[in-house]
Protein backbone atom coordinates (compact mmCIF):
# COMPACT_ATOMS: atom_id res chain seq x y z
CA UNK A 1 0.00 0.00 0.00
CA UNK A 2 0.57 3.40 -0.16
CA UNK A 3 3.30 4.90 2.31
CA UNK A 4 5.94 7.92 3.52
CA UNK A 5 8.81 8.09 4.97
CA UNK A 6 10.28 11.12 6.81
CA UNK A 7 13.66 11.51 8.44
CA UNK A 8 13.70 10.97 12.04
CA UNK A 9 13.53 14.31 14.02
CA UNK A 10 14.61 16.22 16.01
CA UNK A 11 16.73 18.12 13.45
CA UNK A 12 18.27 20.71 15.77
CA UNK A 13 20.23 23.87 13.89
CA UNK A 14 21.16 27.37 14.05
CA UNK A 15 19.09 30.14 12.82
CA UNK A 16 19.75 31.06 9.56
CA UNK A 17 21.01 27.83 8.77
CA UNK A 18 19.71 26.05 5.73
CA UNK A 19 17.15 23.37 6.10
CA UNK A 20 16.07 20.04 4.40
CA UNK A 21 13.88 17.98 5.49
CA UNK A 22 13.39 14.65 3.51
CA UNK A 23 10.19 12.68 2.51
CA UNK A 24 9.87 9.79 -0.01
CA UNK A 25 6.71 8.11 -0.76
CA UNK A 26 5.41 5.11 -2.35
CA UNK A 27 2.13 5.40 -4.01
CA UNK A 28 0.40 4.28 -7.42
CA UNK A 29 -0.83 6.22 -9.63
CA UNK A 30 -0.37 9.99 -9.56
CA UNK A 31 -0.88 11.34 -5.60
CA UNK A 32 -0.82 14.83 -4.32
CA UNK A 33 1.55 15.58 -1.73
CA UNK A 34 1.74 18.04 1.24
CA UNK A 35 3.30 19.26 4.02
CA UNK A 36 1.77 20.01 6.75
CA UNK A 37 3.42 22.42 10.30
CA UNK A 38 2.27 22.19 14.01
CA UNK A 39 3.22 24.77 16.33
CA UNK A 40 3.47 23.82 19.95
CA UNK A 41 0.17 23.25 21.52
CA UNK A 42 -1.59 23.59 18.08
CA UNK A 43 -3.53 21.81 15.55
CA UNK A 44 -1.66 20.88 11.99
CA UNK A 45 -2.24 23.56 9.07
CA UNK A 46 -1.12 23.11 5.90
CA UNK A 47 2.11 24.99 4.60
CA UNK A 48 2.45 23.99 0.84
CA UNK A 49 1.18 21.40 -1.58
CA UNK A 50 1.69 20.09 -4.91
CA UNK A 51 -0.51 18.01 -7.17
CA UNK A 52 1.57 16.91 -9.87
CA UNK A 53 5.09 15.98 -10.81
CA UNK A 54 7.40 18.69 -11.22
CA UNK A 55 4.76 20.93 -9.42
CA UNK A 56 6.65 23.21 -6.83
CA UNK A 57 4.72 24.06 -3.49
CA UNK A 58 6.03 27.23 -1.92
CA UNK A 59 4.82 28.99 1.33
CA UNK A 60 6.76 31.50 4.01
CA UNK A 61 9.96 30.53 2.49
CA UNK A 62 9.34 27.32 2.38
CA UNK A 63 9.75 25.48 -1.07
CA UNK A 64 9.05 21.52 -1.82
CA UNK A 65 9.30 19.95 -5.50
CA UNK A 66 7.08 16.90 -6.52
CA UNK A 67 10.04 14.25 -7.77
CA UNK A 68 8.54 11.70 -9.55
CA UNK A 69 11.36 9.87 -10.61
CA UNK A 70 12.54 10.04 -6.64
CA UNK A 71 9.32 9.31 -5.56
CA UNK A 72 10.50 12.23 -3.46
CA UNK A 73 8.96 15.80 -1.83
CA UNK A 74 11.94 17.17 0.30
CA UNK A 75 11.04 20.81 2.62
CA UNK A 76 13.67 23.33 2.15
CA UNK A 77 14.33 26.71 3.41
CA UNK A 78 17.28 28.88 3.01
CA UNK A 79 17.43 30.67 6.18
CA UNK A 80 15.57 29.38 8.89
CA UNK A 81 14.29 31.39 12.15
CA UNK A 82 13.50 30.35 15.83
CA UNK A 83 9.66 30.73 14.85
CA UNK A 84 10.14 27.90 12.15
CA UNK A 85 10.49 25.63 15.54
CA UNK A 86 7.28 23.22 15.23
CA UNK A 87 6.64 19.62 13.85
CA UNK A 88 6.44 18.88 10.24
CA UNK A 89 4.19 16.20 8.22
CA UNK A 90 4.93 15.41 4.76
CA UNK A 91 1.39 13.17 3.91
CA UNK A 92 0.35 11.96 -0.13
CA UNK A 93 -3.70 11.98 -0.93
CA UNK A 94 -4.29 9.17 -3.44
CA UNK A 95 -7.19 6.46 -2.48
CA UNK A 96 -6.80 7.47 0.94
CA UNK A 97 -4.27 10.08 3.52
CA UNK A 98 -1.12 9.23 4.34
CA UNK A 99 0.89 10.54 7.19
CA UNK A 100 4.47 10.76 7.78
CA UNK A 101 5.33 9.98 11.48
CA UNK A 102 6.27 14.18 11.92
CA UNK A 103 9.87 15.71 12.14
CA UNK A 104 10.69 17.82 14.63
CA UNK A 105 12.56 21.14 13.82
CA UNK A 106 14.33 23.16 16.82
CA UNK A 107 15.81 26.25 16.05
CA UNK A 108 18.42 27.59 18.24
CA UNK A 109 19.20 31.83 18.39
CA UNK B 1 -13.92 32.79 11.41
CA UNK B 2 -13.45 29.67 13.49
CA UNK B 3 -12.70 27.13 11.46
CA UNK B 4 -12.61 23.98 13.32
CA UNK B 5 -13.79 24.00 17.29
CA UNK B 6 -13.03 21.21 19.40
CA UNK B 7 -14.53 20.61 22.77
CA UNK B 8 -12.79 20.36 25.57
CA UNK B 9 -9.16 20.84 25.81
CA UNK B 10 -8.31 19.27 28.61
CA UNK B 11 -9.99 16.13 30.11
CA UNK B 12 -9.23 13.63 32.85
CA UNK B 13 -11.11 10.36 33.13
CA UNK B 14 -10.49 7.31 35.27
CA UNK B 15 -10.60 3.92 33.92
CA UNK B 16 -14.36 3.05 32.71
CA UNK B 17 -15.44 6.48 32.24
CA UNK B 18 -17.33 7.86 29.45
CA UNK B 19 -17.04 11.02 27.95
CA UNK B 20 -17.42 12.77 24.39
CA UNK B 21 -15.31 14.38 22.17
CA UNK B 22 -17.50 17.26 20.62
CA UNK B 23 -16.22 19.01 17.43
CA UNK B 24 -17.32 21.56 15.03
CA UNK B 25 -16.65 23.30 11.63
CA UNK B 26 -18.24 26.01 9.83
CA UNK B 27 -16.70 26.16 6.27
CA UNK B 28 -19.80 24.17 4.64
CA UNK B 29 -16.86 20.63 4.39
CA UNK B 30 -18.24 17.68 3.42
CA UNK B 31 -15.73 15.87 5.34
CA UNK B 32 -14.70 15.20 8.57
CA UNK B 33 -12.13 13.37 10.42
CA UNK B 34 -10.97 12.27 13.99
CA UNK B 35 -7.61 11.49 14.24
CA UNK B 36 -5.21 10.42 17.74
CA UNK B 37 -1.47 11.69 18.06
CA UNK B 38 0.78 9.88 19.98
CA UNK B 39 4.54 10.60 20.66
CA UNK B 40 6.82 9.00 17.74
CA UNK B 41 3.55 7.50 16.06
CA UNK B 42 2.58 10.74 13.82
CA UNK B 43 -1.22 10.92 13.05
CA UNK B 44 -3.46 7.83 12.96
CA UNK B 45 -7.42 8.07 11.74
CA UNK B 46 -10.05 6.62 14.22
CA UNK B 47 -12.99 7.48 11.72
CA UNK B 48 -13.83 9.32 9.17
CA UNK B 49 -16.96 10.96 7.30
CA UNK B 50 -16.87 11.60 3.93
CA UNK B 51 -20.64 13.10 4.06
CA UNK B 52 -23.37 14.05 6.23
CA UNK B 53 -25.04 10.78 7.03
CA UNK B 54 -22.16 8.46 6.49
CA UNK B 55 -19.17 7.05 8.79
CA UNK B 56 -16.11 4.57 8.10
CA UNK B 57 -13.06 3.59 10.76
CA UNK B 58 -10.26 4.23 9.98
CA UNK B 59 -6.73 2.63 11.54
CA UNK B 60 -7.68 2.61 14.73
CA UNK B 61 -11.21 2.48 15.44
CA UNK B 62 -11.45 0.00 18.47
CA UNK B 63 -12.65 1.99 21.59
CA UNK B 64 -14.40 4.74 19.99
CA UNK B 65 -17.81 5.32 18.70
CA UNK B 66 -18.88 8.38 15.71
CA UNK B 67 -21.88 10.56 15.63
CA UNK B 68 -22.02 12.61 12.15
CA UNK B 69 -24.74 14.43 13.69
CA UNK B 70 -25.24 17.29 10.80
CA UNK B 71 -22.95 18.63 8.43
CA UNK B 72 -21.10 20.89 10.67
CA UNK B 73 -21.27 18.56 14.05
CA UNK B 74 -19.22 14.76 13.99
CA UNK B 75 -18.59 13.63 17.72
CA UNK B 76 -16.18 11.22 19.40
CA UNK B 77 -17.11 8.77 21.78
CA UNK B 78 -14.93 6.61 24.11
CA UNK B 79 -17.82 4.60 26.05
CA UNK B 80 -14.78 2.75 28.50
CA UNK B 81 -11.89 4.47 28.63
CA UNK B 82 -8.83 2.81 29.02
CA UNK B 83 -5.61 4.48 29.67
CA UNK B 84 -4.03 2.84 26.05
CA UNK B 85 -6.65 5.65 25.13
CA UNK B 86 -4.28 8.45 26.78
CA UNK B 87 -3.65 10.78 23.95
CA UNK B 88 -4.19 14.32 21.71
CA UNK B 89 -6.93 13.91 19.88
CA UNK B 90 -7.44 16.31 16.69
CA UNK B 91 -10.83 16.83 15.20
CA UNK B 92 -10.45 17.72 10.78
CA UNK B 93 -12.06 18.62 8.06
CA UNK B 94 -11.89 18.89 3.82
CA UNK B 95 -13.76 19.90 1.25
CA UNK B 96 -13.72 16.66 0.08
CA UNK B 97 -12.82 13.56 1.01
CA UNK B 98 -10.27 10.65 0.78
CA UNK B 99 -9.74 8.83 -2.16
CA UNK B 100 -9.64 11.84 -4.44
CA UNK B 101 -6.14 12.58 -5.16
CA UNK B 102 -6.60 15.58 -5.92
CA UNK B 103 -5.04 18.84 -4.37
CA UNK B 104 -8.39 19.93 -2.83
CA UNK B 105 -8.39 17.14 -0.23
CA UNK B 106 -6.71 19.72 2.68
CA UNK B 107 -7.73 19.31 5.97
CA UNK B 108 -8.31 22.14 8.33
CA UNK B 109 -7.73 21.11 11.85
CA UNK B 110 -8.92 21.69 15.66
CA UNK B 111 -6.70 22.94 17.87
CA UNK B 112 -6.94 19.72 20.02
CA UNK B 113 -8.00 17.94 23.20
CA UNK B 114 -5.72 16.00 25.76
CA UNK B 115 -7.16 13.12 27.54
CA UNK B 116 -5.70 11.27 30.47
CA UNK B 117 -6.83 8.30 31.62
CA UNK B 118 -5.84 6.85 34.76
Known amino acids: GDSVTQMEGPVTLSEEAFLTINCTYTATGYPSLFWYVQYPGEGLQLLLKATKADDKGSNKGFEATYRKETTSFHLEKGSVQVSDSAVYFCALSNYQLIWGAGTKLIIKP | NAGVTQTPKFQVLKTGQSMTLQCAQDMNHNSMYWYRQDPGMGLRLIYYSASEGTTDKGEVPNGYNVSRLNKREFSLRLESAAPSQTSVYFC????????WGSGANVLTFGAGSRLTVL
Open chain 2, 92 to 99: ASSEVGQG
